[in-house]
């Protein structure tokens, strides 16, 4: 009858180790269905991310065109002051002339 008894405990203790080890590899499953899920997550977030934000290359040739409309713009203002100082000196001389007029004819 021992010998029963012995085999009935170590049969008792072997089915509680197989009911932990089921019990242990459910627990994993839902912690790797979890960690799946926060990374599933985290891959949708960087790819919206990464939607929203603008390439090097397309940052590049952005600047690119801008520091070519600022050369642009510096150009046409140099311009323009060459042209109003020329005005400028323009008139000076017709002033210069009227006043020379002026006085030879009074």
Same mark, same amino acid.
């Given at each position: 009858?021992?010998?029963?008894?012995?085999? %009935?405990? @170590?049969?008792?203790? +072997?089915?509680? @180790?197989?009911?932990?080890?089921? +019990?242990?590899? %459910? +627990?994993?499953?839902? %912690?790797? !269905?979890? @960690?799946?899920?926060?990374?599933? *997550? !985290? *891959?949708?977030?960087?790819?919206?991310?990464?939607? =929203?934000?603008?390439?090097?290359?397309?940052?590049?040739?952005? *600047?690119?065109?801008?520091? =070519?409309?600022?050369?642009?713009?510096?150009?046409?203002?140099?311009?323009?002051? =060459?042209?109003?100082?020329?005005?400028?000196? =323009?008139?000076?001389?017709?002033?210069?002339?009227?006043?020379?007029?002026?006085?030879?004819?009074?």
């Amino acid at each position: 009858m021992s010998d029963n008894n012995s085999i %009935e405990v @170590r049969l008792a203790r +072997l089915e509680e @180790r197989v009911k932990s080890f089921d +019990l242990a590899r %459910e +627990l994993q499953a839902k %912690e790797y !269905a979890r @960690r799946l899920d926060e990374l599933n *997550h !985290a *891959h949708e977030r960087a790819v919206a991310d990464r939607a =929203g934000t603008v390439t090097r290359t397309v940052c590049d040739l952005r *600047h690119s065109v801008i520091d =070519g409309k600022v050369s642009e713009l510096k150009e046409n203002q140099a311009i323009s002051k =060459g042209k109003s100082l020329a005005y400028a000196f =323009g008139i000076t001389i017709v002033l210069a002339l009227l006043a020379l007029i002026l006085k030879v004819f009074k």
